[in-house]
């Protein structure tokens, strides 16, 4: 009976050893050889330059758009302040003579439509 048990044991430590070594095996990490991570290596180091080009040409984009819109608002506000500025007779002239011109533009585009009539 004695023998019977250290038979058991061993057998259990046994499948024990190939369990461990079946998992090993299974988890080990492939070895990748050096050239082919260094070729990598320099293909990212050139993307990551391509990118930072990228990106510093946006910065100047954006740059040169922040310049813009600010002279815009700056002319913007020049042309609202004259207006607001004005005094009611120029307002009026103004006026008149835009309606006085869309009379005229309506007149033109409506002229065929006058010769049917």
Known sequence: MNNKIVIGVIVVII???LGLQQWVIYNRVPE???S????????LKSQIDSLNFT???????????????IEIEK???T???????????????????????????SSLNNASTAKNN
């Open 15 to 17: 499948i024990i050893l």
């Open 32 to 34: 990748v050889p050096n």
């Open 36 to 43: 082919e991570l260094l070729r990598s290596l320099d293909s």
């Open 55 to 69: 990106r510093d040409s946006l910065r100047t984009v954006i740059d040169t758009n922040k310049v813009q819109i």
């Open 75 to 77: 002319r913007y506000e």
């Open 79 to 105: 042309i609202r302040d004259r207006i607001i500025n004005q005094s009611v007779d120029s307002d009026c002239i103004t006026f008149s003579n835009y309606l006085s011109s869309y009379q005229r533009l």
